[in-house]
T-cell receptor, first 113, second 114 residues
């Protein structure tokens, strides 16, 4: 059973600080990684995808991937109260022809004004 | 703009009832998925489909069935609802054949079985 592990939190950071969210995965051959944000009572929405080792930046968000360590992270700079949500890490199951996603259970982030 | 819709946002049913949850996507995606999400358990895949009339079991198919008669529509059926099927149900879709294709989610249906 492929696994994606995340710290459940809650992770509390003050407004304006950097929030760091981490994810490890068990499938060595996984090639595609996604971060979803989910507000309470809402459905997940994609915020970042990353496929190669290194960093990928999009506005205040930076995704980092280290395939050797089977580790992917999401940094949120200048955190805002509106960033308060649960962040889900998802990894493509490369063994399935339809490219299923395996999701972590999510990290709940709370940004304190 | 990408759009996945689900037939109901909230649903209350009685134990033993047959329940239909419908999902429609307008992106011409081949793949469609049904998940349930429960506190502490995360998102769990119930069934998915990669083509019309095709279906594959996910991690927790027991007590559920699905139907995909048209490419844009994927239905989840609870044959005889039970209280342990009270949950948030999420539909998603994606393109076939590309590992970089993300899944797009519908708004979810919160089902309460009494």
């Amino acid at each position: 059973q492929k696994e994606v592990e995340q710290n459940s939190g809650p992770l509390s950071v003050p407004e304006g600080a950097i929030a760091s969210l981490n994810c490890t995965y068990s499938d060595r051959v996984s090639q595609s990684f996604f971060w979803y944000r989910q507000y309470s009572g809402k459905s997940p929405e994609l915020i970042m995808s990353i496929y190669s080792n290194g960093d990928k930046e999009d506005g205040r968000f930076t995704a980092q991937l280290n395939k050797a360590s089977q580790y992917v992270s999401l940094l949120i700079r200048d955190s805002q109260p509106s960033d308060s949500a649960t962040y889900l890490c998802a990894v493509v199951d490369s063994g399935a022809g339809s490219y299923q996603l395996t999701f972590g259970k999510g990290t709940k982030l709370s940004v304190i004004p | 703009d990408v759009k996945v819709t689900q037939s109901s946002r909230y649903l209350v049913k009685r134990t033993g009832e047959k329940v239909f949850l419908e999902c429609v996507q307008d992106m011409d995606h081949e793949n469609m998925f049904w998940y349930r999400q429960d506190p502490g358990l995360g998102l769990r895949l119930i069934y998915f489909s990669y083509d019309v009339k095709m279906k594959e079991k996910g991690d927790i198919p027991e007590g559920y069935s699905v139907s995909r008669e048209k490419k844009e529509r994927f239905s989840l059926i609870l044959e005889s609802a039970s209280t342990n099927q009270t949950s948030m149900y999420l539909c998603a879709s994606s393109r076939l054949g590309q590992s970089r294709e993300t899944q797009y989610f519908g708004p979810g249906t919160r089902l309460l079985v009494l």
